[in-house]
């Protein structure tokens, strides 16, 4: 690849699949390839910057992360890109997939591991309340202001 080879990730919170190759990796759930070395008659925006670039190989892959759409990764050359260049996509997008369910995870871990540090807190708060009252201040084991 040269310097003017693009790789690019694009998240699919837009709903715009009329990108090079998109819209046949949105439908099939597969990567898609584009060989082309005419782009002026392109109605999408990334089409018109493949023929500004001069891009004549294009593949798309989606990026699946525990069986939701998370996006797009993208693979475009001035020259045509390998026959395998599918194959090596998908590959790669499993490990993008992984790595992004694997943050996800993380944050979410982190998120419950506060909120668990945030129950013992108001436990022991609670508990050095009860252990100040005398024994015939409270209630059911709460305790009264």
Not at 23 to 34: D, F, H, K, L, Q
Not at 62 to 67: I, T
Not at 76 to 83: C, F, I
Request: aromatic content about 4%; charged content about 20%.
């Amino acid at each position: 690849m040269t310097a003017m080879d693009t790789v690019s990730a694009a998240n699919s919170s837009a709903n715009d699949h009329s990108g090079p190759g998109w819209s046949a990796a949105y439908a099939t759930g597969r990567s898609a390839r584009v060989d082309r070395e005419d782009w002026s008659d392109a109605v999408s925006e990334l089409g018109h910057i493949a023929h500004h670039l001069g891009v004549t190989s294009w593949v798309t892959c989606p990026v699946v992360v525990e069986s939701r759409l998370w996006g797009y990764l993208s693979v475009a050359a001035r020259q045509p890109l390998p026959s395998e260049t599918e194959q090596r996509l998908e590959k790669f997008t499993e490990l993008v997939a992984t790595a992004i369910a694997n943050a996800e995870s993380r944050a979410l871990l982190d998120v419950h591991v506060e909120q668990q540090a945030a129950l013992r807190r108001v436990a022991t708060l609670s508990r050095a309340n009860m252990s100040r009252r005398p024994s015939g201040d409270h209630d059911n084991g709460l305790a009264i202001p």
